[in-house]
């Protein structure tokens, strides 16, 4: 059996003010736009739909995600950034293997995390 992962799909009140987060904070690249309006968006890999509510959809909707976490080189700047945006920083801590993170918060209440790469 093969498995592969195909999108993480985030609904939201406001598709246009989520994508623009991702694009201008995280710098994912808008792939696609739908007459619905909604949205497919590359972030460094990862396929994110985003979405309102779909009318045609019968199980329970819901906001959101937990969090995502994102590894980079550069915690320090990319910090510095999102302070400089007003976003608002829910926590900055060391994890297990002694790694820096900062988790952040998106749009609709949307928890993300860098976490600081292990230095080779």
Do not use: W
């Not at 007003?86 to 900055?92: A, N, P, R, T, V």
């Amino acid at each position: 059996m093969t498995l592969k992962m195909n999108h993480l799909h985030l609904k939201t009140k406001d598709p246009e003010k989520t994508v623009k987060f991702y694009v201008d904070t995280l710098g994912a690249t808008i792939v696609s736009q739908s007459p619905s309006g909604g949205y497919r968006i590359d972030l460094h890999g990862l396929s994110l739909n985003v979405s309102r509510f779909l009318e045609q959809q019968k199980r329970e909707q819901k906001y959101g995600m937990e969090h995502l976490a994102i590894d980079t080189d550069e915690l320090d700047t990319l910090v510095e950034k999102l302070k400089g945006q007003g976003i608002h920083i829910l926590e900055e801590t060391v994890v297990s293997g002694g790694r820096r993170v900062c988790f952040f918060e998106g749009p609709d209440g949307v928890q993300l995390e860098f976490i600081e790469m292990k230095k080779a």
